[in-house]
């Protein structure tokens, strides 16, 4: 009795069942990895493009399935003829040419934040349909490492029917292969239920073509199909199809038919496979299989079709291992500068798009006017989200082109974002007709040594005013006048800039409503003295006495052996928490089976201080910031590897004339510069607290979801099995006797790192790697960044966390890291009194804020439409908060500065990518579970749109609109 149900369950073959083969033609094209975009063109990708078209118009049987935007509008712009174009068009319409997926790229899913992944989501698709008019139907990440649960929520909000994915751990698809659940309804996101529900398919063994039947490309070139060997090809490939096919509870069967950059040569590929597919439908009957080129789409529809009932995922798929002492770890903070570089050039382009939307509405320049120069970083930053690229896993040279694009954006939206600010300082001036005052790059400080005056443009990007800390570097002098935008002092305290010896740093608080332009004049103090006492201070360095720094909040306390940071305390109440930081390496020397690389993280043994020396602290103190400095390592000059970290908290000088409440003094801000690493090394940073966490830490996925891990206490790989990725924050809690949260360590990054909690109380930060030998997973070269970081942290004790104000801090901080106040700088060589009789020194887009629970993700222009683009996203999970979970209510109306952008004339809501109507995702295929995984009711998340323009977000929500302005 016990064979046959083990002939069943594993093999299959006792109860053989008939299939229906879909052989899925596709070519993996990575732009960049072993190569760079452009040589992956020239060498592969163009010809397969060419070659493709052609095989599919000489048989209309076949079939090809094609991902990557980035490669085709590239051909479409550089190399495609107009036939060539049209043909293209004609396969699409009859199905014969499918665009899967449809992005730019296919992004990372373990660290790329959200709004990059929508972001090169929706620049893939725009190019679909403008020139293709093309919508893909199905999401198709077959190469990412790992899965995120954040995916099914943006396929879905996309309008996607189905999702494949292919590297899940490798015990999970064992698992899923015996129990035939290898397909799935994905339920993802902390506040959807079924509205949400993506049906996905977990590729049974990778997305290359089975061995023997590659007939054209990179690994090797298998023997073609003869009619001498056709009867043996044939039953070898039933065989293996036959195998595969009992890990499924139906009788389709995918067989992905290509691999990384086959269908070069397309003829020999497909005149092969045609020979099998007639050869197998002859002999129908001997095989009992049916077999067919198909698109995804066809696969998807035909099982759609069977009705049947599927069991319900509500996680993720991290970390991804491919056997079981080779966990994918190491990749989520490969390449830190890179990573860091994406992070800030997506910040700079949000803030280039928001500041030339303005400037057009507001000059009644055309929308179109500089949607080419923006375009350069948009593209970039998309290209950037390339599983291989902000991964860290390409070559050194490949990681250099990457680089360069970015280069070339950032420089070229800078143009944009100064050409926005000159124009808008001339817009209803008290002298329109004045040259424009040049807004451009910090070198105009150092005027102040001559006795100019220097002026800084400050713009903050995000949707809610703000009341922040500016920090302006690079200071020739440090006795100064600080002015605000109508020339009225305002406190400032500037302080030396240890990194830059012979300069000087000013601190200045500002309230700067949303998405609003102020503007900061900085002057030579008379050299009396007189003017400046009650406004501007001089900060004290000093390496002895007290061992802490403080604000009116909080009192953070150095050890005065080791010079860390040790412990944190909140003043009003006198509670204390134990916070010591340290640096440590782990060493990834020794050679073994598996060592670390690009992609995992396999280190020799536990980690160990970077030095047994102590930090050198130097404190800077003034009555606004306090700063401790310290030195870890050889001081500059002495030796190749040091640490050098600056931790400041701030008190607002002037709380009582403003409403806005300032969030800088209830977090501790933490700037990082590490030196070239040794080889050999991964660096860490370890957070030690008494924090009773239970085995838990708190990770976000994608900057939107916060996900609780449970400690995996295997003690093979311990270390690497638990970390996680992270892109925005971090989080240890202290639960009470009644399971409520009593205390919280939150920490916000600046970029992707990994993350653990390898003992209660304990949370740390991989910054950096540079690892001594190959990984051996494809990219064939030691991980060798010698490239330097700085890098920036946000760490916020919470001794209270209930109530609306720490539930919003936690939620807002991360956005605080990623969008810092943008500046420009110019002179005034007639000081503030001739600037501010000459330009305008404040400009006000919005007339309130968005609601303290809405992010505005997008404000921007596109292509050679008149049209406005706005992207809202609520911030909040269900039952996150009392207060900051309800339902956000925003009267578009009322909402925009009618002097700067006209009359709100239409809205139009469209799908998260701006390829289809909302009404079109209720065309999506609707998957059967089973009932108790139904889930509650939920709201739909494409409410209408009333004739008052009054939009509802609810939580974890994202709503797109085109808005239409007239004057």
Request: aromatic share 10%; hydrophobic share 40%; charged share 20%.
């Amino acid at each position: 009795m016990r064979w046959p149900f083990f002939c069943l369950l594993l093999a299959g073959l006792c109860l053989a069942k008939h299939l229906d083969v879909f052989v899925i033609p596709h070519s993996h094209q990575d732009p960049g990895w072993i190569h760079t975009m452009d040589e992956y063109y020239d060498l592969k990708t163009r010809d397969t493009l060419i070659t493709v078209v052609e095989n599919l118009l000489r048989n209309p049987s076949r079939r090809f399935n094609y991902a990557e935007t980035s490669f085709l509008a590239k051909f479409w712009e550089e190399d495609a003829s107009p036939v060539q174009k049209e043909q293209i068009k004609m396969l699409a319409r009859n199905g014969q040419l499918e665009f899967i997926n449809g992005g730019y790229v296919m992004h990372s899913e373990a660290v790329c934040t959200y709004n990059d992944m929508i972001n090169q989501m929706t620049l893939g698709h725009e190019f679909l349909l403008e020139h293709l008019d093309v919508k893909p139907r199905v999401a198709w990440h077959i190469d990412p490492f790992g899965a995120s649960s954040v995916s099914p929520v943006l396929f879905a909000d996309m309008g996607f029917d189905a999702f494949v994915i292919n590297r899940i751990p490798k015990t999970e698809r064992t698992r899923r292969r015996a129990t035939q659940t290898l397909e799935f309804v994905w339920r993802g996101g902390l506040s959807r239920t079924h509205s949400s529900d993506m049906w996905t398919h977990d590729l049974c063994h990778h997305y290359c073509t089975p061995i023997g039947f590659n007939f054209q490309g990179s690994p090797y070139t298998d023997p073609p199909i003869t009619p001498e060997n056709a009867h043996e090809r044939a039953a070898k490939f039933v065989d293996i199809c036959r195998e595969r096919g009992a890990w499924f509870k139906h009788n389709a069967l995918m067989i992905p038919f290509g691999c990384d950059f086959t269908f070069k040569n397309a003829t020999v590929m497909y005149e092969n496979m045609d020979k099998l597919i007639d050869y197998i439908n002859a002999h129908s009957a001997e095989f009992d299989m049916r077999i067919q080129y198909g698109s995804v789409s066809e696969y998807v529809d035909h099982v759609h079709a069977l009705d049947l009932q599927w069991g319900v995922v509500k996680r993720d798929f991290f970390p991804y291992f491919d056997n079981p002492h080779s966990f994918w770890t190491g990749f989520y903070a490969s390449r830190p500068y890179l990573k860091g570089l994406s992070t800030r050039s997506s910040a700079l382009l949000h803030g280039a798009e928001l500041a030339h939307v303005t400037s057009a509405l507001a000059t009644g320049s055309p929308l179109s006017r500089h949607v080419p120069l923006l375009d350069v970083l948009r593209r970039a930053v998309a290209l950037m989200q390339h599983h291989d690229a902000i991964t860290g896993t390409e070559k050194q040279f490949v990681a250099e082109d990457y680089i360069r694009r970015l280069r070339l954006g950032r420089q070229a939206a800078t143009r944009v974002a100064e050409s926005s600010a000159n124009a808008l300082a001339l817009w209803n001036a008290p002298q329109p007709t004045a040259a424009p005052p040049r807004l451009a790059r910090r070198s105009t400080l150092q005027g102040l040594a001559y006795n100019r005056t220097a002026v800084v443009s400050i713009q903050n990007t995000l949707g809610w005013a703000r009341r922040s800390v500016v920090r302006i570097v690079g200071l020739p002098r440090h006795d100064v006048i600080v002015r605000g935008p109508f020339g009225k002092e305002v406190y400032a305290q500037v302080n030396p800039d240890p990194a830059h010896p012979g300069t000087y740093a000013v601190y200045v608080f500002v309230t700067v409503p949303s998405l609003a332009t102020t503007t900061l004049f900085i002057e030579p103090a008379p050299s009396d003295g007189t003017g400046s006492a009650r406004t501007t201070v001089l900060g004290t360095a000093s390496n002895t006495g007290r061992h802490s720094i403080a604000n009116k909040r909080f009192v953070a306390t150095f050890n005065a052996a080791s010079g860390r940071l040790a412990s944190v305390q909140e003043r009003a109440t006198g509670d204390t928490m134990a916070l010591q930081q340290d640096y440590l390496f782990y060493e990834c020397e020794q050679y073994q089976a598996q060592t670390s690389g690009a992609y995992i993280f396999q280190p020799d043994g536990p980690a160990a201080p970077t030095t047994r020396e102590a930090a050198r602290v130097e404190y800077i103190r003034g009555p606004f910031v306090e700063e401790a400095v310290q030195t870890i390592g050889p001081a500059a000059g002495q030796g190749a590897f040091r640490i050098v970290q600056a931790t400041r908290l701030y008190t607002d000088p002037s709380p009582e004339e403003d409403h806005t409440v300032s969030e800088e003094p209830d977090s501790l801000d933490v700037e990082i510069d590490v030196a070239t690493l040794p080889r050999g090394r991964e660096l860490i940073t370890r957070f030690t607290t008494g924090l009773e966490s239970n085995g838990r830490f708190i990770a976000d996925l994608n900057g939107i979801d916060m996900h609780v891990s449970k400690r995996d206490m295997e003690e093979e790989y311990f270390i690497t099995r638990n970390y996680r990725p992270s892109v925005a924050a971090v989080e240890l809690e202290h639960h009470g006797a009644d399971g409520t949260v009593q205390q919280a360590l939150r920490i916000a990054t600046d970029r992707a790192h990994g993350a653990a909690s390898l003992q209660d109380g304990d949370v740390e930060l991989m910054l950096h790697r540079r690892t001594a030998y190959n990984d051996h997973r494809g990219v064939e070269e030691a991980l060798n960044d010698k490239r330097p970081i700085h890098a920036r942290l946000r760490i916020a004790p919470a001794f209270y966390v209930h109530g609306p104000a720490p539930q919003l801090l936690r939620r807002r901080l991360p956005y605080l890291v990623a969008h810092p106040l943008r500046l420009l700088y110019t002179s005034a060589p007639g000081g503030w009194e001739r600037y501010t009789a000459t330009y305008r020194t404040t400009v006000l887009p919005l007339q309130a804020s968005l609601p303290d629970n809405v992010h505005l993700q997008a404000l921007s222009a596109r292509g050679q439409s008149n049209e406005v683009v706005m992207r809202l996203a609520h911030m909040f999970a269900s039952n996150e908060s009392a207060l900051h979970s309800a339902k956000a209510t925003i009267d578009l109306h009322t909402l925009f500065s009618r002097d700067l952008f006209g009359t709100l004339e239409s809205v139009l809501e469209r799908t998260l990518s701006l390829n289809r109507a909302p009404r079109d995702l209720d065309k999506r295929l609707q998957w059967s579970t089973s009932p108790s995984d139904e889930g509650e009711a939920e709201e739909s998340g494409a409410l209408p749109v009333t004739d008052a323009h009054r939009v509802e977000m609810l939580p974890q929500r994202f709503r797109t609109f085109l808005l239409r302005f007239a004057r």
